[in-house]
């Protein structure tokens, strides 16, 4: 069983930037991993992803070109960069990744993502 921890949440103001990690228990070699967030009364989202076999991004258009997903040379760490944070961002930020090697598709809600982090708050103050 696949275990993802995520860390570097917190808090900070409208403009601000933080950068979110999620670590992987094991290689995740061509998978589909990413990250999902969810706002207070609303559903889960998805707002990014990255395929590390080939290292394509795949971004929600609420984060295009704020944030920024990477994945480190040994396929274990997965890394978020969100920079011009707005309260909108507002959320518990969870890490996931597909259980199997399938790309990834989007939107998704997150059917096939087998393995989950236990989430991570971001609040984004104006």
């Known amino acids: 069983q696949v275990q993802l921890v995520e860390s570097g949440g917190g808090s900070v103001q409208a403009g601000g930037s933080l950068r979110l990690s999620c670590a992987a228990s094991?290689?995740?070699?061509?998978?589909?991993m990413g990250w999902f967030r969810q706002a207070p009364g609303k559903e889960r989202e998805w707002i990014t992803f990255?395929?590390?076999?080939?290292?394509?991004?795949f971004y929600a258009d609420s984060v295009k070109g704020r944030f920024t997903i990477s994945v480190d040379n040994d396929k274990k760490t997965v890394y978020l960069q969100m920079n011009n944070l707005t309260p909108e961002d507002t959320g518990m930020y969870y890490c996931?990744?597909?259980?199997?090697?399938?790309?990834?598709?989007?939107?998704?809600?997150?059917?096939?993502?087998?393995?989950w982090g236990q989430g991570i708050q971001v609040t984004v103050s104006s």
């Open positions: 990255i395929y590390s076999g080939d290292e394509k991004t």
């Open positions: 996931a990744a597909r259980g199997d090697g399938s790309y990834c598709y989007v939107p998704t809600t997150g059917t096939g993502f087998l393995y």
């Open positions: 094991e290689y995740m070699y061509n998978k589909c």
